[in-house]
């Protein structure tokens, strides 16, 4: 598979930085899906995740209290579920409640539920587990993220309790990057870039089992000659570096450039010091462009593991967001 091989830098260097700047037009996002009913029967346990998030909004119901709610949806929002809770509703209790009546109406029961708000986790997380199904705090809720800003132009301000002197609540939050554990740590790394044609070869090779990753949905209408940064990792354990990345919930990465470190975002909050390059000028503008390609792309970008330059595949690779939290 030809594309793989354009993983690999165009010149080799001590972990630093490759450049492949071009500006393109990017979004990572899914158009929203139509609706569907809910099925009848037993509850089947599905093999993929949903979003849900549960949170006050800018509104105000007719006692004057602020008015909370809780939506859910899957990774591509062929179905979506919002529901509004006064303010002496808002216990884990209620939402595992809620939560049945979903599983119950799609006769279905997501592998795990993803959410972001790391100040909800404990209610969150306490009422999904009384539901049966696993919690993940996680930074890839772009779908959901993506249906909040909606939500926000076209119901809450239309709402009659709409309070737009309401600050957001509990924005998210992030931690102060940590050393990298070793088992984590590939030989060397790179700055690369593949044309989307590449990257959705590699989408379909996580899809198939035959390489660790994750996956996100990407709009089906950008041109296959579309850009897309990435970082590419080499080591000769590649596959054993693939799985125990596997075990990390990946969000994005991101360069900090008065460190000259590449920072790995997992979970909702935490961050790590994932490599390093030398500040030369080279290499510094060269991280720069790096994330300037990432920004046309809106965020979209990648992880590939893989034993060497020249590997003709990857043993690891994950489609990465660089993440917004929503308004609210």
């Not at 779908?143 to 709402?159: A, G, I, M, P, S």
């Not at 554990?181 to 990257?199: K, M, N, T, Y």
Request: glycine share 6%.
């Amino acid at each position: 598979r030809a594309s793989r091989a354009a993983i690999a830098p165009r010149r080799a260097s001590f972990p630093g930085a490759r450049r492949d700047a071009s500006v393109v037009a990017s979004r990572a996002i899914p158009e929203p899906a139509s609706q569907t009913g809910a099925p009848s029967g037993e509850i089947v346990d599905l093999p993929y995740d949903w979003q849900l998030d549960f949170c006050s909004r800018p509104m105000k119901d007719e006692r004057g209290k602020k008015m909370w709610e809780l939506l859910i949806c899957d990774e591509t929002r062929s179905f979506e579920h919002a529901e509004y809770f006064p303010n002496n509703r808002i216990n884990s209790v209620e939402l595992s409640k809620a939560i049945d009546r979903v599983i119950a109406a799609q006769g279905a029961r997501p592998r795990r539920f993803k959410f972001f708000r790391s100040q909800m986790q404990t209610i969150i997380t306490r009422a999904c587990n009384d539901a049966g199904v696993d919690p993940l705090p996680s930074r890839r809720c772009q779908t959901l993220t993506t249906w909040l800003d909606w939500r926000v132009e076209n119901v809450y301000k239309q709402h009659p309790g709409f309070d737009g002197q309401a600050s957001p609540m509990m924005g998210f939050e992030n931690s102060s990057p940590r050393p990298l554990p070793d088992a984590l740590r590939g030989e060397s790394w790179a700055f690369v870039a593949l044309p989307l044609v590449g990257v959705r070869e590699e989408i379909e090779q996580v899809k198939k089992n035959k390489v660790f990753g994750d996956v996100l949905e990407i709009d089906p209408n950008l041109p296959d000659d579309t850009l897309v940064p990435g970082i590419a990792v080499y080591t000769s354990r590649a596959a054993a570096l693939a799985g125990w990345t596997k075990g990390l919930e990946l969000g994005g990465i991101s360069v900090d450039l008065d460190m000259g470190t590449l920072i790995l975002d997992t979970g909702v909050a935490d961050s790590w010091q994932y490599a390093r390059f030398r500040q030369t000028k080279e290499l510094t503008q060269e991280a720069r462009e790096w994330e300037e390609v990432k920004r046309n792309t809106g965020g979209l970008h990648f992880l590939a593991i893989q034993t060497d330059e020249d590997a003709e595949s990857t043993d690891g690779f994950w489609i990465l967001q660089d993440f917004t939290a929503a308004q609210y």
